[in-house]
């Protein structure tokens, strides 16, 4: 497994640099980890890319770096202390670093000599690619997917270049992910929707969620769904719940911030039972926080939003391949209970790429609430489980209503206190019924554990390769639930396992420990020890393991 | 098609609101225009207008204060097919709502957006509109309201509408005659109606805006753009009903990519090599 920074300052190319030399990782066989570090800027300061590959699958990033791609001095400063032993630091000749380790190499004056300084960055690739030990023969295709014809030739050239001034310094290694996809959160989430039948998204721009938007808008004429962008979030979500009413699949996305604007919309999902998915890809707050950094502190409140009560699930994402299910599953269980489903993301997720078995469309089913009725139409009909006969409106005979005020079976407005009992309760009858679908964490490590670790969405990668290596270290001592479906909570795992649990450990990105609370509060259940990151910066699995470490020595 | 096709219920409203004249012309317009009721959705948000959906029968969406516009552009946009109505009220619509009646213009979705003009907010009991006359006097406003009250109709033109009305709910033959030209009206049609508030507004009653209201005629020139927005600064003693501005732009769905073509959205059928593709392009 290898581990590579690209680092420098907005504007320098450091995104195509990281998307192209994935590409030719993976379909050299390799499984690819790349996440991304930024900055809220468009040009200057510091971002970097890190680039984990190796021959088994990677669930998390890593500090410890074995080469480092530096377009700048700062860089170098930056993270020289992370360079491994035999790390090299790969920079452009013009750079002032006299560190030991640089390999300092022509790269814009090759370019120029090329014709084009821009292609600095892929002679850079190609110096890359021979250190690792890689067949240039896999540069052409790739290159051709990324650049416009007419710089395919120069590019390709670059790389060359790149290549043939070094020698190999790590061994190529064998791994079988030449055929997998590599993709992001963000695009799995949207994936997940379009396979699901979505045709309607609107949303307002907010970090780290637009990437949503902006893919589904590049193929919205070939998959035939209108992406609208909204004046406002209420907008957002209001739009997307009048054209669910009409009968189109929607769905919209957001950050916590634009999320709180979306609040009294959930309620009116609630009450008119009108199905809605909300993306909240979360990011540090409180308000504007670290726009383009990571956090997972919209627990707690994406549970409780809105005025009142009514039912609702959260869903959060724990891996690109879960991004895509997932997303596919919220569609399909809103519109069968009628019901607003939160799906939570992050940034973290939302902007790394991740080496994923290519979905498989076959087995999924949409399923659609139609309904025929014979007699007259109540729609919302006082029911065993809670769910109505929905109708869409224009589509059938019978008049459909939906109204924000607490209403009768028919959907008028009533203020009798019988009608409201009624109503609350079948709409609450709603939860019961949902808890027949939740599905159980996801139960990582040996049977015979005795300290349980605790966790959900995102911090599933990390926490499963902590893990891995505390086990590897201390004998099969150390076990996981992650938790996927938040609310409703499902318990049969987590009672199951806490009762044969020494200690149980919350690690989240969060400074309250939002799912120890929440897990306490349904269950009982207490964390021991809580291992809380919120600087903004992803936990690693390495990171997990030294906390942990750190405890059991005091 | 019979003449009861839109019924009306029982409503909450008091005795002599503007809103019974408006209920009732609707009715009429919609009758008129031989539709079908179950092809009809009405939009409101919250306030007396906005009750206006429970009192006929059609399709109805009584969503958030504010927030009629974002719903009813939407279920357009899901299906074409449907006769989309916005009939909400001043404070729904100019306060609240502002924000997404400005930039609903801009989009022109084909729906019509009648406005329930009384210049006060009646379901809150009495708080000055973002239309109210300076100086009118409320249990907030205790001493005479002092912002200037917004010029809807004004605002409509200079922001781009295609179609921008004034009717009264007083004026019967008149509102019935603008509904049916703005249900017709390919675009965004909008008609800021002026109605009584007998319960909370003592100053712009049926009596002051009968004394001042006037019909324009054929020699007023409906697509004369600049002459419009001087039409609708004349507001005062003589307040003119009827089209001010008329124009025929492209709508929404003429306009966007994936609608131009293909039917209505909620009927078309997803290709699996489509997404297919996008899968394959991942890899």
Redesign the interface.
Known sequence: MYNLLIGGAAGQGIDTMAAILEKLLKRSGYFVLTTRDFMSRVRGGHNFSLIRFGTDAITSHSSKLDGMIALNDETIALHQSALKTNGFILCDSGLKTAHPSAIKIDMDIMAKTLGNSRVSGNIGLGVVLKLFGEEITLVAEVVKSFFKEELVDINIQAVTAGYNSVETRFPHLNGHFG?????SGS?AIA?GA??A?L??Y?AYPMSPSTSIMEYLAL????????V?Q???E???V???????????R?MTGTSGGGFSLMV??LG?SGM?EIPLVVVDAQRPGPVTGFPTRTEQSDLKFVISASQGEFPRMVIALRNQEDAFHQTFRALNLAEKYQIPVIILSDQYLGDATATVK??E?SGLKTERADEAIDGGYLRYRLTEDGISPRL??????????????EHDEQ???TESAAVRVAMMDKRMRKLKALESVLQEPEFIGPEDFKVLILGWGSTWGPITEAIKLLNAKHGNLYAALVFGDVYPLPKRLLIEKAVSAYDIINVEQNATGQLALLIREQTGIQCTVSILKYDGRQITGEEIVDRIEEGIRK | MSTNAFSTYETAWCPGCGNFGILDCLKTALEELDLNPSDVLMVAGIGQAAKIPQYISTNSFCGLHGRALPAAVAAKIANEKLTVIVSTGDGDTYGEGGNHFLHNIRRNVNITHFVHDNQVYGLTKGQASPTSDEGLVTDVQTTGNINTPLNPVLLAIAAGAGFVARSFSGDKDQLVATMKQAIAHEGYSFVDILQPCVSFNKVNTFSYYSQRVYHLDDSYNVTDKAASMQKAMEYGDRIPLGVIYRESKPTFHQKNAVLKSGGPLLDRINEPEVLQKLISSFI
């Not at chain 1, 193929?219 to 209108?226: D, F, M």
Request: charged letters at 15%; proline letters at 3%.
């Open positions: 055929g997998y996809m590599t993709i695009s994936l379009m396979a039948g045709k309607f609107s193929h919205s004429e070939k998959a035939g769904l209108v609208e909204a004046e406002d209420i907008a957002a209001n739009m997307a719940i009048g054209a669910s009413f009409a009968g189109a929607a009294e919309a009116l008119a290519p979905f469309l869409i409106p224009g589509k059938t005979k019978h008049l459909v209503s939906a109204d924000s005020d959907g008028w407005i």
